[in-house]
């Protein structure tokens, strides 16, 4: 986030004028909002916990462990929040917390706060306030707005400990407290929210969001937009100045701005603008439902499979509910957050199995990847492998994904051996896809060991199943060399988000350079097509798994690219189906060569304007 701590809002003045207030801010996430306003302050921050208390009474060990369990219990906390927001925004949202989690684990934080309790005798509050504040300036410090925001999270992490570690009496409020305790659905006014506390407020209690900070980057305004809840942020400090608690607020997220205490006209206005929408939602959810049950086709019958991404029971239960043809992607690495220790085989397979059944059952495969983590995405369980490889100046470019399975083999072997087992005991095809492939050599080292694995489930007496192996195209020398992997795996899957950041040099949370990971950027579009014709040459599927697969624009413009599958989140599947259907292939094909030899961003997307839906076909190639 880019602004200081919050600290408690200011009270409203005493003489704060009555009568209609309006404010003007950023739009953040849009929607209409007319509540009583809930004046809200954030949890404590480590800035604001005294590092400078009196030496504790008790001995260093005892606080030392203190410490360490409300790191411990923070991190948990934070990573079953990540497990509510992956089912209910996805696991991209869902990131922010594993990194908060992470941050509570990471040792230098760890060896400065025993450093602290040691030598200069704090307590552990002290020393989890001071530690924690201490790596927080260091970001904030730094030039990069990615690093800055960073720094917020750490307070956010180390303000959940802090919280652990205080007296029952003594515990800040969170959000889901405060609504909680009001008689009614409230729209939150602040200086800023933090993360944890947005993504924890319950939907059913908050009707929008107010800031007086922040702007559309901000982790804040990104959740409130992923959890659909009506935001406007960066209103000023006169929000705070002049809007007390109960006050009858009137947010249109998609206009920026907030209107306090609105006269009656005001009020019945956006209600009829409320009902509207609703009703427009209403007839857009009745018209999508005939889709729930079509295969994804082009208008002239071109199929084109369209899958979910989960990480989760419930994201695989939502994928059955909308009309998956199958999982696209299933990310694994999520099933595994909570552990200490990485699962035996027959543990993945439970799990696996569970993800099976919950589709109910699936139309399709259910293509499962290996873990894709690293210095970049750590987890608990995988500490005993990574605590082995030597400090990464820069983890998106190292030992991650596959590069770490063949690092680590019993990584790989034990997570085959679970897929091998689930595939054994059901009649549903399951593929397996490796992240980070950028050679051939990786592939063949990973088909090694899915044989082995094979072996290993006979050896139990089970009946082996073929499972297809495939690989992510998300670097540049996949698509480089993309003729040549084709041969030698079952399928293709672009995963669009790292592909735009690693051929864009781009770092994809860094806010300031948004703009060159635009999904429409020339050389994004030629990556794709370049894998999408290897595959075709080979006449194995290329899917895309990435976001821009769940825009209907930009899932048609990948169908013109030759992209054969779409895998999205599951609330977006029927859209996408609805979509494809208004458009001919031919004249897919016809734009997207046009967009992939745009000169810039702009002229691609002047192009894909072009793809107009019509009744009766397309006319704008």
């Known amino acids: 986030m880019d602004h200081p701590p919050a600290s408690e809002p200011t009270p409203p003045r005493a003489d704060a004028a009555h009568g209609p207030l309006t404010l003007r801010g950023v739009a953040a996430s849009r929607g209409l909002a007319l509540g009583p306003a809930l004046r809200f302050a954030r949890r404590t921050s480590s800035a604001a916990v005294s590092s400078t208390t009196a030496p504790s009474a008790s001995a260093p060990a005892e606080q030392q462990r203190r410490a360490r369990e409300a790191l ?39 060896d400065r706060i025993d450093e602290l309790i040691a030598g200069q005798r704090l307590s552990a509050e002290a020393a989890v306030a001071q530690a924690s504040e201490e790596q927080a300036q260091e970001l904030a410090a730094l030039p990069d707005p990615l690093w800055q925001a960073r720094a917020a999270d750490v307070r956010d992490a180390a303000g959940r400990a802090l919280n652990a570690l205080a007296p029952a009496h003594a515990r800040q409020q969170t959000l889901a407290e405060a609504l909680a305790a009001q008689a009614g659905p409230v729209i939150v006014l602040a200086a800023d929210l933090a993360p944890s506390d947005t993504a924890s407020a319950p939907p059913e209690r ?12 901000s982790h804040a305004a990104i959740l409130a937009r992923a959890l659909g809840i009506p935001a406007v942020v960066g209103l000023g400090p006169t929000l705070l100045s002049d809007v007390a608690d ?30 509207s929408a609703q009703a ?134 034990t997570q085959l051996e679970g897929i091998a087992l689930a595939a054994a005991q059901t009649e549903t095809t399951i593929h397996v896809m490796l992240p980070m492939v950028t050679t051939v050599d990786e592939i063949e ?3 090694q060991a899915l044989a082995e694995a094979q072996d290993r489930v006979a050896a139990r007496g089970l009946t082996p199943r073929h499972i297809a192996l495939g690989i992510m195209i998300e670097t540049p020398a996949a698509t480089l060399t993309a003729a040549t992997l084709a041969r030698h795996v079952a399928f293709f899957s672009v995963g669009a988000n790292d592909l735009a950041q690693y051929v864009m040099a781009s770092d994809r949370l860094h806010p300031d350079l948004a703009a060159l990971r635009a999904p429409t950027q020339p050389a994004v579009l030629r990556a794709i097509q370049q894998a999408a014709q290897a595959g075709a040459a080979r006449h194995i599927p290329v899917a895309v798994c990435g976001e821009m697969a769940g825009e209907p624009a930009l899932a048609a413009l990948l169908v013109g690219l030759g992209v054969t599958e779409l895998s999205m989140a599951p609330n977006r599947i029927p859209i996408v189906k609805e ?40 006319s704008g190639a």
């Open 72 to 110: 411990a219990s923070a991190a948990a906390e934070l990573r079953a929040l990540a497990e509510q927001v992956t089912q209910r925004a996805g696991a991209e949202q869902a990131e922010i917390f594993e990194a908060q989690a992470m941050m509570l684990e990471d040792p230098t934080i760890l």
């Open 206 to 217: 908050l009707l929008g969001i107010a800031l007086a900070q922040g702007g559309t980057t």
């Open 246 to 275: 109960g006050d009858t607020l009137a947010l249109d997220g998609g206009a920026g701005q907030v209107i306090a205490r609105p006269d009656a006209a005001t009020q019945a206005a956006l209600r009829q603008a409320q009902s």
């Open 280 to 413: 427009g939602q209403a007839q857009e959810q009745a018209r999508l439902v005939v889709w729930l049950n079509r295969a994804g086709a082009t208008r002239d019958g071109a199929p084109i499979p369209i899958m979910a991404n989960a990480s989760s029971l419930a994201e695989a239960r939502a994928a059955a509910a909308m009309g998956a043809e199958g999982i696209g992607l299933l990310r694994t690495e999520f099933l595994f957050a909570s552990s200490d220790t990485l699962p035996d085989a027959e543990t993945q397979a439970r799990l696996y199995a569970e993800i099976i059944a919950a589709c109910d059952p699936p139309r399709g495969p259910i293509t499962i990847r290996t873990l894709d983590a690293g210095a970049d995405k750590p987890l608990p369980s995988l500490s005993a492998f990574t605590s082995q490889l030597p400090a990464e100046a820069n983890p998106a470019l190292g030992v991650r994904g596959v590069r770490l399975q063949l690092r680590f083999t019993e990584l790989l072997h």
């Open 445 to 447: 080292a990973a088909r």
């Open 579 to 618: 979509a494809l259907a208004s458009y001919r292939l031919a004249d897919l094909r016809a734009v997207a060569e046009r967009a992939a030899n745009a000169e810039t961003v702009a002229d691609a997307n002047r192009i894909l304007a072009d793809l107009t839906p019509l009744a009766d076909g397309f």
